[in-house]
T-cell receptor, first 115, second 112 residues
Framework: DVKVTQSSRYLVKRTGEKVFLECVQD?????MFWYRQDPGLGLRLIYF???????EKGDIPEGYSVSREKKERFSLILESASTNQTSMYLC??????????????FGPGTRLTVL | AQSVTQPDIHITVSEGASLELRCNYS??????LFWYVQSPGQGLQLLLK??????LVQGIKGFEAEFKRSQSSFNLRKPSVHWSDAAEYFC??????????FGTGTQLKVEL
């Protein structure tokens, strides 16, 4: 079974703190994604990476950065956490689209609260 | 730009009743279409997917979906709902493994 794990299920941080959310997948997927999920807004893509050290902005990258030093690990960084970044964060991974319909596999999510 | 509309925010059905969740999409090319389910406190799990071929797609847990190009729809159905189907359901569109666009979700409640 594909496994995508996230370092924390629940996290509480203070405004201005630097926050790291870690995601690890064990299926040798090239693509990895970070989403945030908010009620009534569904999932919105923050960043994605299609290879080690490669990244692309998603729909809402402001206030976030990412790091992918190894193929299996994709980190989301909040440089200076703000209360409007309180949300559920979901990591996903997939094979690239090479003519196959490749689904994204999701981790369990990290619920981040910024006080 | 691709987009997905799930017009029903909440749906309540009785256990054993049939279910249909609506999904309308906008996409320039032939779309990849997905339905995911999220149980409380969990990540998303794929129910089914469609790209080409038979427009009626079978998925896990007894779910099916029908692709209708003329209506730009990909509605999810189940003939008889179980209490364990209570969850949030997301429709998504995109080019396969890259940059999916998700709908805002439909919360399903099942009455016993």
């Amino acid at each position: 079974d594909v496994k995508v794990t996230q370092s924390s299920r629940y996290l509480v941080k203070r405004t201005g703190e630097k926050v790291f959310l870690e995601c690890v997948q064990d299926m040798d997927h090239e693509n990895m994604f970070w989403y945030r999920q908010d009620p009534g807004l569904g999932l919105r893509l923050i960043y994605f990476s299609y290879d080690v050290k490669m990244k692309e902005k998603g729909d809402i990258p402001e206030g976030y950065s990412v790091s992918r030093e190894k193929k299996e690990r994709f980190s989301l960084i909040l440089e200076s956490a703000s209360t409007n970044q309180t949300s559920m964060y979901l990591c996903a991974s997939s094979f690239p689209d090479r003519g196959r319909m490749n689904e994204q596999f999701f981790g369990p999510g990290t619920r981040l609260t910024v006080l | 730009a691709q987009s997905v509309t799930q017009p029903d925010i909440h749906i309540t059905v009785s256990e054993g009743a049939s279910l249909e969740l609506r999904c309308n999409y906008s996409y320039g090319a032939t779309p990849y279409l997905f339905w995911y389910v999220q149980s409380p406190g969990q990540g998303l799990q794929l129910l089914l997917k469609y790209f080409s071929g038979d427009t009626l797609v079978q998925g896990i847990k007894g779910f099916e979906a029908e692709f209708k190009r003329s209506q730009s729809s990909f509605n999810l159905r189940k003939p008889s709902v179980h209490w364990s189907d209570a969850a949030e359901y997301f429709c998504a569109v995109g080019p396969g493994g890259n940059k999916l666009t998700f709908g805002t979700g439909t919360q399903l409640k099942v009455e016993l």
